[in-house]
């Protein structure tokens, strides 16, 4: 607790030196911890732990998500809050509501209907919504998350009810470093932003897009510590090319096409002002506030573009290329321990990638630079000859190459249809068939493990994997595009087809299959929510000032050693999504490590701090603190 009032401190400090003229609306608003021995009373049900100091009184305590506790208000608190009567006399505490809200979520009949019901109580009751999310994370993961998050945000215009996040829109450009001060609250430490453009493997669903960000961040507060407060789910609105919802009544966001080209990199260049104007990402003696941006669900090539430009400039990752390619690592890495092999074996495996897109390259970057940092391979062209990469056309080959230059690269959805840009050159294999499909390349090169980034359902045909299956004892299938009816395979059919012997992992969860002989055919989730809350964490608590790629090399090696051996031999990858706490903990002590030893903070570890400790003394949980309002101490 010491840290995060230290981390008070700083931050009140840095931001009264550089933001003066404050709108009068943020200081109302703001919220402020001190320690609770000062305050605690008798009656209130938790003490020695914090209180919230809070300008707000009466209803506003109870409409605010944030500070609200439903029927937990202590009377003490009724009375200083001015709330006394204004709910049932029974002051009922935190596990009975549990019991309340978990029941009424029981009794929604479909997994929409519980999305619906989960997102109105993180409005009206956020610690109660972080407490029930922690409790139940494995069932809930899969509703505010993929795959029911897909089909929330195909709906978003219809199941709309209240607003939560920024929406930054066309109709806003000249406007944006005003509006940032909209926003209730200083302290900001996460930011996650989409242009809605490709929205899982959903395509383009413009504003719609916005549940993305509410999801991720919801995992970055359950699974990561970091805390409700300081998080913005951000939309960027610039069009969208989604005929449907153009021409439908309800949509709510801008209904023009998307804007490309100068205007679309213009528009986020003012967005990121104006975030840095509020929220600086720069370490110097005096400004020591970060802001971690998290680029979401952009369509290639605007993802890598925006990755590049910023990348270097501010705090910032891209989750789909960079932590995906953690997690991918990891289950690679994890997959050979289950064949009775050694990590250090990575460089002498042959791997197909069906997806040329940001997911795959990125995904392929990552384990490229496992195996350069393993020193098996002498440079990274090796390293590029080990990974086959397909797009819609089949294999990238020869034909491919004549039809796109490095020039085009820039140039993005110009670039002439089944051209290469200079990521995906490297990975052009002129000594096969041009473009040959996948079933004649499995075939052809024998491949140990087969990744699906495509967003396509059933692209990995019977043939491919029986293919698979005859040429490994242990054949690793991991198709990895989400929503579950998207994803390359599904496991019923990894399983069947390969008689049980797959290693199998998916981006959205399926259910383990029992299989002929009576054996259960182990079922993985290898999603980005295992890598971007303790990547995000790590990068916070050591306030580091870039995400550099070695935090994600370290992290994929972080979670690749946390399965038992009895658990890979069982097809185990990685612990359930119900340890996500966990592994987020041990991935972002990794990330404060690297960041240390790559001088990219500032911040001074007291004598004797361990960081794990730091890490884990940082992490959020949900409890009902005790509140103060200002007026009661004067
Ligand atoms: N598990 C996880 O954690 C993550 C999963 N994903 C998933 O990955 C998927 C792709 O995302 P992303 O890379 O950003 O999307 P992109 O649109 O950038 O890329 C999709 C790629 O798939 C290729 N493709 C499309 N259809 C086929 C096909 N029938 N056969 C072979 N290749 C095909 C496209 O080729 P072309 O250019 O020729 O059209 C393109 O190269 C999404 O479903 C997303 O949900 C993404 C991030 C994380
Ligand atoms: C998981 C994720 O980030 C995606 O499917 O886009
Ligand atoms: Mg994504």
Same mark, same amino acid.
């Given at each position: ?82 709330? @006394? ?322 020039? @085009? ?226």
């Amino acid at each position: 607790m010491a840290f995060a009032t230290s981390r008070l401190l700083v931050r009140t400090r840095a931001h009264s030196a550089i933001m003066k003229n404050r709108n009068d609306s943020i200081i109302r608003a703001s919220t402020v911890l001190l320690k609770s021995q000062q305050f605690s009373t008798n009656n209130d049900p938790i003490r020695d732990k914090t209180v919230h100091m809070t300008s707000s009184r009466g209803v506003n305590v109870l409409h605010d998500p944030l500070l609200s506790k439903g029927t937990a208000f202590s009377i003490d608190e009724r009375e200083r809050l001015a709330i @006394r009567g204004l709910v049932p006399p029974r002051c009922q505490e935190m596990d009975k509501q549990i019991l309340r809200v978990k029941h009424n979520l029981d009794i929604c009949e479909t997994p929409l209907s519980k999305f619906i019901f989960l997102a109105a109580l993180q409005d009206r009751n956020e610690t109660l919504f972080y407490k029930l999310l922690i409790e139940h994370l494995e069932e809930l993961a899969g509703i505010i998350y993929t795959p029911t998050v897909g089909l929330a945000s195909q709906r978003s215009h219809s199941i709309y009810r209240r607003p939560r996040g920024m929406y930054f829109s066309s109709q806003d450009r000249g406007n944006m470093s005003a509006m940032v001060y909209n926003w209730p609250q200083d302290e900001v430490d996460v930011i996650v932003v989409t242009d809605g453009s490709r929205v899982l493997g959903l395509g383009d669903l413009g504003a719609n897009g916005m549940q993305i960000p509410i999801g991720k961040l919801s995992l970055y507060v359950a699974a990561g510590g970091i805390r409700p407060r300081a998080v913005l789910p951000v939309v960027l609105d610039v069009g969208t090319n989604n005929e449907a919802l153009l021409n439908d009544p309800l949509y709510l966001g801008m209904g023009h096409p998307r804007l490309e080209g100068d205007d679309y990199y213009a528009f986020v260049e003012e967005w990121i002002t104006a975030i840095m104007t509020r929220w600086p990402s720069n370490v110097s003696n005096i400004i020591t506030i970060h802001v971690l941006i998290q680029f979401e669900d952009f369509k290639y090539p605007h993802a890598y573009n925006l990755l590049n430009k910023y990348r270097d400039r501010i705090t910032c990752f891209n989750d789909d290329i960079q932590s995906t390619s953690a997690i991918t690592l990891a289950g690679i890495l994890a997959s050979l321990k289950a064949r009775g092999l050694a990590q250090e074996d990575l460089s002498n495996e042959r791997i197909i990638c069906v997806g040329a897109g940001s997911a795959g390259v990125g995904v392929c970057e990552g384990i490229i630079d496992c195996m350069v940092d393993q020193g098996k391979v002498k440079t990274r062209e090796e390293a590029y000859r080990r990974i086959y990469m397909l797009d819609q056309n089949g294999l990238l080959g020869n034909s491919a190459v004549s039809a796109g230059d490095k020039s @085009r690269v820039m140039q993005g959805p110009e670039r002439p249809k089944g051209s290469l840009d200079e990521r995906q050159l490297c990975y052009v294999k002129s000594d096969l068939p041009d473009r040959m499909n996948l079933e004649d390349l499995i075939e052809e090169v024998k491949p140990t493990v087969l990744l699906g980034l495509t967003g396509i359902g059933g692209v990995f045909s019977e043939k491919a994997i029986r293919t698979m299956a005859q040429h490994n004892e242990k054949p690793v299938i991991f198709p990895l595009s989400n929503p579950d009816t998207h994803a390359e395979c599904t496991a019923e059919q990894a399983f069947k087809w390969t008689d049980g012997k797959a290693i199998f992992a998916s981006g959205s969860p399926f259910k383990d299959v029992k299989l002929p002989n009576g054996k259960i055919g182990r079922t993985n989730q290898c999603n980005n929510s295992y890598s971007f809350p303790g990547i995000g964490l790590g990068v916070v608590t050591s306030k580091a000032s870039r995400v550099s790629p070695e935090m994600f090399l370290e992290a994929a090696k972080a979670i690749a050693d946390i399965a038992t051996p009895s658990q890979l031999k069982e097809g185990i990858l990685f612990p359930g999504v119900s340890q996500l706490r966990h592994v987020s903990n041990k991935v972002a002590t990794r990330v404060c490590e690297v960041a240390y030893q790559q001088g990219l903070t500032t911040k001074k570890l007291k004598e004797g701090e361990v960081l794990a400790d730091l890490v884990r003394d940082s992490m959020y949980d949900p409890e009902y603190v005790p509140l103060v309002n200002h007026h009661h101490m004067a």
